[in-house]
């Protein structure tokens, strides 16, 4: 479908983009297809140009709050992704024994093996004004660290970065809401049983399993419409007012890292999407929302492209391979 039908009177492309996500939301389920289309419309409309003009580090710089004795291919995973689909730096934040691990698994990584620290806090702090977005969980664990993480929390929102929580980091989100609470920068990317946890602590009672769209909202909405995604056969996503699904085609292998896949390139992509809406760009639309679709979509195409080639083999460094052409063939064709 043109994307220009059903709007003919719309010469304005950022009412155009509002327009068609106005009607996506408000659509039920029976048209996924189109409605995934016009999703995509916005998310193409927030990647920025390659040009001769920029400077290293515009594209974005990335922070990844993970990585402990456990826990070193989650953070890789998710630093790597945010490279892979754009972003020109990528940082993780880790602990001692983890740092010399993950640096050798990539060169290209700027590994900070800060998180055991005394003064962790300000050492991450002392970052903070050269990144554009953090993603907070993959690989942390959840031991004292997270106190920590919780104070670099604070420390982000005042400098209004966008963050994603993910894995561990929702550990600490179920523990202690208000980290993030009412952030509208703040996106939330559970798998069910991280969803399952954080309802139930905010909710006091046990998750309505028949109704998952409903369940997906009241999150939001407790958690001060922050927007919220829930991942599984289609991923759910909400800022409180609507929810949308991303069914964009994966496959059935569900090999561990794919959700750091995901946390990794939401992290570039919301980014991408708050640097589009302060430039006007585009209006009347959650950027969170647009970085999580995107994100989302992302995901399973890569999913879908390594399962063709290596079926029940398929692992998330299969995935990772597969970015470049998946973004390709999503965003830019
Ligand atoms: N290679 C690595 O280093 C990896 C590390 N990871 C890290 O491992 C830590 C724990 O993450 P988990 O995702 O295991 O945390 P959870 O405590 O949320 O465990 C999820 C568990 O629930 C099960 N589960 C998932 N979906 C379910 C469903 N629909 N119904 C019933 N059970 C379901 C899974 O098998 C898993 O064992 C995090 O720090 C995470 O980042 C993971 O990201 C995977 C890869
Ligand atoms: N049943 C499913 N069918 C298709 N895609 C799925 C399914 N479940 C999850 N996914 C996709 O896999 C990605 C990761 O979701 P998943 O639930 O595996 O996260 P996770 O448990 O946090 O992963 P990780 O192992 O990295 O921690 C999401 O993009 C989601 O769309
Ligand atoms: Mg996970």
């Known amino acids: ?60 710089r990335i922070g990844i709050i993970g990585g402990c004795q456990d826990y070193t291919g989650a953070p890789y995973f998710a630093a790597i992704s945010a490279l892979k689909v754009g972003a020109d730096l990528s940082h993780v934040f880790c602990t001692k024994d983890a740092a010399a691990v993950i640096k050798s698994y990539s060169p290209e990584l700027i590994v900070h093996p800060v998180l055991d620290s005394p003064n962790a806090v300000e050492e991450i702090e002392k970052w903070l004004p050269r990144l554009h977005s953090l993603v907070v969980g993959p690989g942390l664990g959840r031991e004292d660290l997270l106190l920590k993480t919780a104070k670099v929390i604070e420390k982000s929102k005042a400098k209004d970065i966008p963050i994603v929580i993910d894995a561990d980091g929702l550990w600490l989100a179920t523990q202690q809401p208000s980290v993030i609470q009412g952030y509208q920068k ?48 289609r991923d759910l996503i909400t800022d409180g007012s609507k929810v949308i699904s991303c069914s964009t085609e994966g496959s059935g292998r569900r090999c561990g890292g794919q959700g750091d896949l995901l946390s990794g390139s939401m992290g570039v992509l919301a980014h991408w999407a708050y640097a589009a809406s302060a430039a006007g760009m585009i209006r009347s639309v959650n950027p969170s929302v647009v970085a999580a679709f995107g994100a989302c979509a992302l995901t399973r195409q890569c999913n879908s492209q390594a399962f063709q080639q290596h079926g029940r083999s398929t692992t998330t460094s299969d995935m990772i391979q597969e970015i470049g052409s998946a973004f390709k063939k999503l965003f830019e064709s």
């Open 1 to 60: 479908m043109s994307l220009l039908e059903g709007f003919p009177h719309l010469k304005n492309p950022t009412l155009f983009i509002s327009s068609v996500f106005e009607r996506y939301c408000s659509l039920g389920s029976t048209s996924e297809r189109g409605m995934d289309d016009d999703v995509l419309s916005v998310v193409k409309s927030i990647i920025p140009p390659l040009t001769s003009k920029k400077h290293k580090g515009q594209d974005g």
């Open 186 to 233: 703040g996106i939330l990317t559970p798998n069910f049983m991280e969803f399952t946890r954080l309802y139930e602590a905010l909710h006091h009672e046990p998750m309505d399993s028949s109704d998952y769209q409903r369940s997906v909202m009241q999150l939001s909405v407790a958690m001060g419409n922050i927007t919220v995604v829930l991942k599984g056969e």
